[in-house]
Nanobody, 115 residues
């Protein structure tokens, strides 16, 4: 069964940067599209970025031009480079398949942006 392990979160000031990683176990990695999602405090989980098999990417309007998603098939890892962070980016960040049925969600990684 595929498992996701997210890492790289932390506390940063507005305008700062973080790079998140999502390591996926299992043999399906290279043939699937993946997404990064986040769940702000008291809100529902939302999709923010996706990367397809041939590295085609897509972003929600709230993170476009600030975040960059990428993948390394050799390492079974998806990355999210986050620049120009804002307080409203504070959330728990998760990765999973791009579309349902989703696999089991990992623990996520907490990102806190505050001064």
């Amino acid at each position: 069964q595929v498992q996701f392990v997210e890492s790289g979160g932390g506390s940063v000031q507005p305008g700062g940067s973080l790079r998140l990683s999502c390591a996926a176990s299992g043999s399906i990695f290279s043939s699937r599209a993946f997404g990064w999602y986040r769940q702000p405090p008291g809100k529902q989980r939302e999709w923010i970025a996706s990367v397809y098999v041939r590295n085609i990417t897509n972003y929600s309007g709230t993170v476009r031009d600030r975040f960059t998603i990428s993948r390394d098939n050799a390492k079974n890892t998806v990355y999210l480079q986050m620049n120009s962070l804002k307080p409203e980016d504070t959330a728990v960040y998760y990765c999973n398949l791009l579309s349902p049925p989703y696999l089991a969600w990992g623990q996520g990684t907490q990102v806190t942006v505050s001064s």
